[in-house]
């Protein structure tokens, strides 16, 4: 049974000088080191290289992790799984669907195929690795990869797909709502674990494997703030150029940014390891 399941260490480790992390050699094929994490002479040159690797967020650099060949075929399998389940539930439902019952799913329904023994080693892999190993400095709310959405603590947001928690999330919505009326939209609330899965690993086959590249952009799966309240908002009609610089030039980021909501989760140059995002509430200031 899935709620059973313990922490698998599946692969052997090795130090990595002052990160004192280990690397995974059987799915990383090279290691990358914060460069915030110690001291030395070439600070200013870590700290140059991490803001260009940032500023630069979609495109590979030499020293990021990638999938090693000999998973490839099996990540490959489980996104495509991923995928076909998405598919089943419909994107909405998928938004809040908890991992257990994403499995039983898949089990129960041949147009998605029960998840194989190594593709569960695999995404207990990826949700149980430190997101440091490639690049991803945030903290990690959601500490077990069973960590579930409960329908009776979310509300639905008409139109949009979206789930907002009721307590944590949907009164902040909703005055920004009488302030903007409809200029603005949510563009992604609520994400489950199976959710962060699915994007982070989509990412991820988009890239060839990068990891690093990946990480970038999407926060690895129970790195996710949406996970717990956070959510992303945007201009009615822009699109796609929401989930970019270009919503800072639009009138829903200037009036938010007046009203005092965009207390970012990641503000510009942070030292995350995250792309610059305007577009993200930060719900909890505390964390």
């Known amino acids: 049974m899935v709620k059973h399941m313990k922490r698998r260490y599946l692969l052997k480790t090795m130090g990595l000088g002052c990160l004192g992390l280990g690397l995974a050699p059987e799915l990383l094929a090279k290691t990358v080191e914060g460069p915030f994490v110690c001291t030395d002479e070439n600070t200013d040159e870590r700290l140059k ?54 499995l039983a799913l898949a089990r129960n329904y041949s147009k ?112 996710s703030f949406h996970g717990n309240g956070d959510f992303d908002v945007g201009q009615a009609g822009y699109g796609k150029l929401n989930f970019t610089g270009s919503f800072t030039e639009t009138e829903v980021y200037k009036r938010l940014s007046e009203l005092g909501y965009l207390k970012l989760r990641y503000p510009e140059d942070n030292k995350l390891g995250v792309r610059y995002e305007p577009w993200h509430i930060k719900i909890n200031a505390d964390v």
Do not use: C
């Not at 099996?74 to 419909?90: A, C, P």
């Not at 902040?172 to 200029?183: A, C, R, V, W």
């Open 112 to 223: 998605v195929g029960e998840f194989t023994k190594a593709e569960l080693d695999f995404l207990e892999l990826v949700f149980y690795e430190d997101g440091q190993r490639y690049g991803f400095m945030g903290q990690k709310p959601l500490k077990e990869i069973t960590d579930q959405v409960k329908k009776k603590d979310v509300i639905k947001i008409p139109r949009s797909g979206n789930y907002l928690y009721k307590e944590r999330s949907i009164e902040i919505y909703q005055n920004i709502k009488k302030e903007l009326g409809d200029k603005v939209i949510l563009t992604s609330g609520i994400r489950s674990v199976m959710k962060q899965f699915l994007l982070f690993l989509n990412k991820t086959y988009e890239s060839k494997g990068n990891l690093s590249l990946a990480s970038r952009s999407l926060a690895p799966p129970g790195y």
């Open 49 to 102: 290289d991490y803001l260009h690797k940032i500023h630069n967020f979609n495109e590979p650099h030499e020293d990021d992790v990638i999938i090693d060949y000999e998973l490839y075929t099996i990540f490959e399998s489980t996104v495509m799984r991923l995928r076909r389940l998405q598919r089943l539930v419909g994107h909405g439902n998928f938004n809040i669907l908890n991992f257990p019952d994403g």
